[in-house]
């Protein structure tokens, strides 16, 4: 079972950039499709970006094209997700997350392992 850690939240000004690191822990990240999430207070959890086992292709709400940016590094086992132009909007608790099962190539399937977030707020 894989252990899924995110840092790098904090309280940022409207306009930034912020990057979220997952660390993972237990089980080695080569060879799994991961994503990140966020639940802002009062909101359903989200689908932020998505990044296939094999690194090639990502995934991202339209609303956030453009915005965010989603990479691994296997050799060190952690996930990111790079942030700039940052609004109030953005303020959520963020959420890394892995499959159980290798080459998953699909999109649409729920991720199996989670992280306990990391708070990211925005100022205006």
């Known amino acids: 079972q894989v252990q899924l850690r995110e840092s790098g939240g904090g309280l940022m000004q409207a306009g930034g950039s912020l990057r979220l690191s997952c660390a993972a822990s237990g089980r080695t990240i080569t060879g799994y499709r991961m994503g990140w999430f966020r639940q802002a207070p009062g909101k359903e959890r989200e689908f932020v970006a998505g990044?296939?086992?094999?690194?090639?292709?990502?995934k991202y709400p339209d609303s956030m094209k453009g915005r965010l940016t989603i990479s691994r590094d296997n050799a060190k086992n952690t996930m990111y997700l790079q942030m700039n132009s940052l609004t109030p909007e953005d303020t959520a608790v963020y959420y890394c997350a892995s499959d159980k099962e290798k080459y998953n190539g699909g999109w649409n399937t729920e991720y199996d392992y989670w992280g306990q977030g990391t708070q990211v707020t925005v100022s205006s």
């Open positions: 990044i296939s086992w094999s690194g090639v292709f990502t």
